[in-house]
């Protein structure tokens, strides 16, 4: 099996995690930081919105089974690509929606999936490409955050169940909990 790797930050990674978690085809996805000139951040030093760091999500997956410009698609599906440095209540450089290319095919592609969202969105994406920089896990209490803590916590229960329906409704083939149905 193949695996590639894909980073994307789309606001709390929180609240993208569980949508990327659920596809056909990935392998895991961890959340952190990238993009930020600071090593080895902490969540506190991040949220301060000084570092340049994004909360970014690293997905691991199998692109015979998902490939990266359907991940991207499903990126901005997910998500609000017209919010300039924030995503609902969060608010800060910290929360851009930005992709962050592994290779130059990856840049290549993610050029033509904010083509493809400017053409949805109204030319209103500001979606930017960023160089790949180093990444930096969040601290382990952040991982896989929907399926303990997060399903107690409000802000979450406010904003995740409405990202995971768009993903069942929309890409109803490519996710795992649809399969696990049948």
């Known amino acids: 099996m193949a695996e590639e790797i894909a980073v994307l930050a789309g606001g709390c990674f929180w609240c993208i995690e569980p949508v990327f978690r659920d596809l056909i085809g990935v392998e895991t996805v961890e959340s952190g930081y990238t993009g930020g ?30 490939s990266y410009d359907d991940l991207l698609d499903i990126f901005f599906a997910t998500h609000d690509p017209t919010q300039l440095n924030r995503q609902g209540n969060d608010v800060g450089t910290q929360y851009r929606s930005a992709i962050f290319p592994q290779n130059d095919e990856q840049e290549r592609k993610a050029r033509g999936a904010i083509d493809r969202a400017n053409a949805e969105n109204g030319g209103r994406v500001v979606t930017t490409v960023e160089p790949k920089g180093e990444w930096w896990p969040a601290e382990d209490y952040h991982q896989d955050y929907w399926a303990g803590e997060g399903q ?31």
Do not use: M, W
């Not at 600071?38 to 690293?58: F, M, S, W």
């Not at 916590?153 to 399969?179: D, E, G, M, W």
């Open 37 to 66: 000139t600071l090593g080895n951040p902490t969540y506190k030093q991040v949220c301060g919105g000084d570092t340049g760091h994004a909360e970014a999500i690293r997905v691991t997956f199998d692109p015979d089974q998902l």
């Open 152 to 182: 107690r916590n409000p802000y979450c229960i406010a904003h995740i169940p409405p990202k995971l329906q768009k993903l069942r409704k929309s890409f109803q083939a490519r996710v795992k909990s649809a399969t696990a149905n049948v």
